[in-house]
């Protein structure tokens, strides 16, 4: 089936606007998970849905980030008040159900959100 | 602190055999994974070793010796298709969590 989707694939906003970013994991997969990554460096978790729930959101900066999964689907990452620090790119990934096979996570094309 | 150290940059002609190695320091350890990414693309899973010894898949091997908290990936019958970045990754803690080396940027020039 389809891959993991994510949209937009570019963003650009001015510092100290909000943006919501989406994303669609592959059917069937309950595990979702938040990474930004900038550029020379590897993914930097940020969240963990199990479901509908979050299941680990240590990794988020500040307040400024929430994300949620409503119905245990599609995933949106929001950010409040933004700054240009926050310029990356954002990858979600999902994998099945729990346990080892949360080991093999499956990537989506990232959002690359600039802030100017 | 917790880090994963993986060379930044291996550069190899069509045909050879790349080691990429990757030293961990973290505060739990529950497996080591490894992922690759082209420009511009999405990283996508390549292996897992949650115990020590080999794991082949095709021309690609990746090895763990969690006594060492030393892993490596091998790339063997190196071709144009394999430059990009590689990076290991490290379960620390509950599931789903992974943190990422910087990424090693594998070159092959013919």
């Known amino acids: 089936g389809a891959g993991v989707s994510q949209t937009p694939s570019n963003k650009v906003t001015e510092k100290g606007k909000y943006v919501e970013l989406r994303c669609d994991p592959i059917s069937g997969h309950t595990a979702l998970y938040w990474y930004r990554q900038s550029l020379g460096q590897g993914p930097e978790f940020l969240i963990y849905?199990?479901?509908?729930?979050?299941?680990?959101d240590s990794g988020l900066p500040n307040d400024r980030f929430f994300a949620v999964r409503p119905e245990g689907s599609v995933s949106t990452l929001k950010i409040q008040r933004t700054e240009r620090g926050d310029s990356a790119v954002y990858l979600c990934?999902?994998?099945?159900?729990?346990?080892?096979?949360?080991?093999?996570?499956?990537f989506g094309p990232g959002t690359r959100l600039t802030v100017l | 602190g917790q880090s994963l150290e993986q060379p930044s940059e291996v550069t190899a002609v069509e045909g050879a055999i790349v080691q990429i190695n990757c030293t961990y320091q973290t505060s739990g350890f529950y497996g080591l994974s490894w992922y690759q990414q082209h420009d511009g693309g999405a990283p996508t899973f390549l292996s897992y070793?949650?115990?020590?010894g080999l794991e082949e898949t095709g021309r690609f091997s990746s090895f763990l010796s969690r006594s060492d908290s030393y892993g490596y990936l091998l790339l063997q019958e190196l071709q144009m298709k394999d430059s990009a970045s590689y990076f290991c990754?490290?379960?620390?803690?509950?599931?789903?969590?992974?943190?990422f080396g910087a990424g090693t940027q594998v070159v092959v020039t013919p």
């Open positions: 990754a490290v379960r620390d803690g509950g599931w789903g969590k992974l943190q």
């Open positions: 990934a999902s994998s099945k159900g729990q346990a080892r096979e949360t080991d093999t996570q499956y």
């Open positions: 070793n949650g115990l020590d």
């Open positions: 849905f199990q479901g509908t729930g979050a299941a680990d």
